[in-house]
């Protein structure tokens, strides 16, 4: 019997390259079905994985994945999922760089309007100029020493709608919260969102500390740790389910959406619908960016393209520091469903 993939992390979780795999085929016959010249680049993702291999304390495989093709489609699941576990690895990695003692973080929702997929592209334009005017505003660059953004765009099946809305980090001076010349509120922070948008409503907008200590005599709306902001900021810019329907899945999505799927060919036009709207809302779109000291500390460590760079090294690796001495590839087969060893041999030293 063939040998099946099994990759744990260091936490003794399985990693789940079949589950995404799945989705991306799936995604990649949609792209067929909408006559995307994508489609073959996302069918090729992930479809062989190369990994070192160490033996762990307990005797078991320690996998290192060192070579595979990844098509940095933003909508593959299979490289949202690498790209969100590399951008976590970013952030985290500037954010220990820089001068622990001298600032703390704030953490900004902006939103808009819920909106049909008609308009989103246009509205996803509108929140990036808005952020880009938001950021040279007197007050937050008083306030702000650097940040980081990302873009995330939610589908609602209920209403067939879209969220286009950003998850910001922003490095303060730690005397941010105790002295008050640069604080910025709530009530402003919603009424200067609403002014560089442009619209007549006032938006949504969320406001919390992070760095896990409880500042009572703020105006936040809450605390979170930092690793709970660090994970939110690098999570998918969209979920697979907001797009992807499967029909073995109709009974969990029928729960959830109140939506009864009547066959395989209503699983693909849904996804079609959706894939179609989405795909041209993220097509040439900047996902992710760092600013002011952020940036700079970005630079510094000389790290890549969040985006665009190497998916394969984000920074994960399990292996102990000893030279791994064997070399495994795994191949996606169709016909089983999953990847199955397709060579092993010994790492030349």
């Not at 069918?43 to 940095?72: I, P, T």
């Not at 660090?230 to 959830?256: C, G, H, P, T």
Request: net charge positive; with cysteine; charged share 30%.
């Amino acid at each position: 019997m063939k040998k099946m993939l099994s990759d744990v992390d260091k936490d003794g979780k399985e990693r789940d390259w079949r589950g995404k795999k799945v989705l991306n085929r799936w995604l990649s016959e949609s792209y067929e079905r909408l006559g995307e010249n994508k489609a073959l680049r996302v069918m090729q993702c992930g479809s062989c994985l190369d990994f070192e291999v160490q033996k762990g304390a307990n005797g078991e495989d320690v996998k290192r994945l060192v070579s595979a093709y990844f098509c940095h489609v933003p909508l593959c699941p299979m490289c949202a999922w690498r790209r969100s576990i590399k951008i976590f690895a970013q952030v985290s990695k500037v954010m220990n760089y820089v001068e622990p003692d001298d600032y703390r973080y704030v953490f900004l929702t902006l939103t808009v309007r819920n909106m049909p997929g008609m308009q989103a592209k246009a509205a996803t334009d509108d929140i990036l100029k808005a952020f880009s005017k938001l950021t040279r505003r007197k007050k937050f660059e008083v306030m702000s020493v650097g940040w980081f953004r990302c873009l995330e765009v939610t589908h609602n099946w209920n209403n067939n709608d879209y969220h286009p809305h950003l998850h910001v980090m922003i490095a303060v001076d730690k005397r941010y919260f105790t002295v008050y010349e640069n604080y910025v509120k709530h009530a402003e922070w919603k009424d200067m969102w609403q002014s560089c948008l442009g619209v007549s409503y006032q938006p949504w907008v969320y406001v919390c500390t992070v760095n896990g200590k409880q500042h009572t005599q703020t105006a936040v709306q809450g605390t979170v740790n930092c690793g709970q902001a660090v994970a939110e900021i690098a999570k998918y810019a969209v979920k697979s389910a907001d797009y992807l329907v499967m029909w073995q899945d109709r009974a969990a999505f029928r729960k959830k959406t109140g939506i009864k799927l009547k066959s395989i060919q209503h699983c693909k036009d849904l996804t079609d619908e959706v894939v179609g709207v989405l795909d041209s809302v993220l097509h040439r779109r900047r996902l992710v960016a760092f600013g002011g000291r952020l940036k700079q500390v970005h630079k510094q460590l000389n790290l890549d393209d969040p985006e665009g760079g190497d998916l394969v090294k984000t920074d994960e690796g399990n292996l102990n520091g000893e030279l791994a001495t064997i070399l495994e590839r795994y191949c996606w087969r169709v016909g089983v469903g999953n990847y199955e060893l397709a060579k092993r041999e010994q790492k030349c030293q």
